[in-house]
């Protein structure tokens, strides 16, 4: 059983999720995704929790349907996801991150540092 978290709409978490495996690579632009049936069944949700998932990806233009076929990633996803991931930490974790860095006296060398060396693995 797939774990949600309570203080969002599990729709929205999948759609979050779906987003992520894009980002990743595990689907490319017009790969196809898994079907409503199939993902529900997967991720053990309801068929409409599915399509309420797909629905807000169409209107975001990451994915597309094909009459019959189902559902497909489109050309410029990643580059849609990266942004607005991009634009949501830039204004809303690194702000965070910089007011604890404040509060816990760790100068900006200190994850400069950290960063050289997660980039070396």
Known sequence: ???????????????ERI???ILA???????RI????????LLEVNTNTVVKTYDLLLQWGI???????GYFVTENALQKIRQTKGEKFMNENLPELFRQMELLEIPIETIVRKWKKFKEK
């Open 1 to 15: 059983m797939t774990d949600f978290k309570q203080d969002r709409a599990i729709y929205m978490q999948m759609a």
């Open 63 to 69: 994915i597309y349907t094909r009459r019959g076929l």
């Open 34 to 41: 898994p079907s409503v049936r199939e993902l529900a069944v």
């Open 25 to 31: 690579g595990k689907y490319n632009a017009d790969d």
């Open 19 to 21: 987003c992520d495996e």
